[in-house]
Structures are given as C-alpha cells and as structure tokens.
C-alpha cells in the first residue's frame, strides 16, 4: 500500500491536496502534536470552507475514509505531518 507524507500549511493548498485516480481506500494519520484538517472536493477548486472549520483529526489519531474517483483529499494545519494511506 503506497503512502504519502503532507507537511499541511495554515491555508488549503494544491500541494496538501490527494487526488483519487480510482475509487480508493484512504487511511489518514495525524503524525504531529496539532490538530490536522481535511475537506473533501469533487474538483480542483479550494474549498470554500475556512480552513480552521474543517474536519478534524487529533495528534496520534487516524481516520479511515473511502474517496470516488476523482475526488480531492485536502490537508490543512499549522506545522504538522500527516500521512496518507492508500489501501
């Protein structure tokens, strides 16, 4: 299972963003002491959302998630580390 390694900035942006080729599995882990937001897309268009009122995933935890193709994973945080999963 191939993984990615985000370092999210403070604003939703394409480098912080995983894109679904194919109906996929995703397991998302908070590697870092901050909180990490996501928000799911169905296109390249940033999220309207603010960042701070994004879903979110604690220092240590992780959340499983499965994405249709095509859909857009985006990462948002202050100095944090999150890893994607792919299964």
């Excluded at 963003?17 to 169905?42: C, G, K, W, Y």
């Excluded at 940033?46 to 994973?73: K, T």
């Amino acid at each position: 299972m191939p993984s990615t390694t985000y370092k999210p900035a403070a604003n939703w942006s394409a480098a912080n963003r995983h894109t679904a080729t194919s109906d996929q599995d995703i397991l998302l882990s908070n590697v870092s002491s901050d909180t990490i937001r996501f928000e799911i897309t169905q296109d390249d268009t940033i999220p309207v959302l603010d960042a701070a009122l994004g879903h979110s995933v604690q220092p240590g935890r992780s959340i499983a998630m499965q994405l249709r193709s095509g859909e857009r994973l985006w990462l948002v945080g202050d100095d944090v580390q999150a890893t994607v999963l792919v299964g």
